[in-house]
């Protein structure tokens, strides 16, 4: 079945430390995005890529990266810099076309120790 | 994009159907209306969308009014599985690029048995 995987679901990180979020997509879309939602809020935009080897930032980019290398991933690493990381994240993917939706996966819980 | 307004819950007995009204009344012409929604600790689901024509899938229905000032997802036969934050969105989309969904608040729907 074509969809995103987002792994893990749940992850846990100490004070200082990396750590990386896998989005993996199969549905052949060129666009990727990663979202953040916080207790009862929205979704904010980190980052998103239209094309393999590029990616723009989103509106709260700061203390994220991301890298394009394939079409299919779109890793998210949150870095030490990003000092309130707890929060659910959500990878997308949606096709270049006018007016075709993005679709989600089902996101990664990440958690402070 | 236009702004988007919800009311914040609403209730539906399972089996009957589900109306969930929105406004845009700001919507210029170029802009599509979507329709997501998220079961708790779930990514968003794609519903539906529409440009001014009214819509219809396996999962639901969408009104759009003439002036395309508000619109109507409708849920044919609620079922408790339907329970979840309904998102109306809308959208621009120019040739060729992919920007960002904004999710609002949303509207809590409670299916009822």
């Known amino acids: 079945d074509g969809g995103i995987t987002q792994s893990p679901k749940y992850l846990f990180r100490k004070e200082g430390q990396n750590v990386t979020l896998s989005c993996e997509q199969n549905?052949?879309?060129?666009?990727m995005y990663w979202y953040r939602q916080d207790p009862g809020q929205g979704l904010r935009l980190i980052y998103y890529?239209?094309?393999?080897?590029?990616?723009q930032k989103g509106d709260i980019a700061e203390g994220y990266s991301v890298s394009r290398e394939k079409k299919e991933s779109f890793p998210l690493t949150v870095t030490s810099a990003q000092k309130n990381p707890t929060a659910f994240y959500l990878c997308?993917?949606?096709?270049?076309?006018?007016?075709?939706?993005?679709?989600f996966g089902d996101g990664t819980r990440l958690s402070i120790l | 994009d236009a702004k988007t307004t919800q009311p914040p819950s609403m209730d539906c007995a399972e089996g009957r159907a589900a109306n969930l009204p929105c406004n845009h009344s700001?919507?210029?012409?170029?802009?599509?209306v979507y329709w997501y929604r998220q079961i708790h600790s779930q990514g968003p689901q794609y519903i539906i969308h529409?440009?001014?024509n009214n819509e219809t899938n396996e999962m639901a229905s969408l009104i759009i009014t003439e002036d395309r000032k508000s619109s109507t997802l409708i849920l044919p036969h609620a079922t408790l599985r339907d329970t979840a934050v309904y998102y109306c969105?809308?959208?621009?989309?120019?040739?060729?690029?992919?920007?960002?969904?904004?999710f609002g608040s949303g509207t809590q729907l409670t299916v009822l048995p």
């Open positions: 997308a993917s949606g096709e270049r076309m006018i007016n075709q939706p993005q679709h």
């Open positions: 549905l052949n879309h060129d666009a």
């Open positions: 890529s239209q094309i393999v080897n590029d990616f």
């Open positions: 700001t919507i210029s012409g170029n802009e599509y």
């Open positions: 529409g440009l001014k």
């Open positions: 969105i809308v959208r621009a989309l120019s040739s060729g690029s992919a920007r960002q969904l904004t």
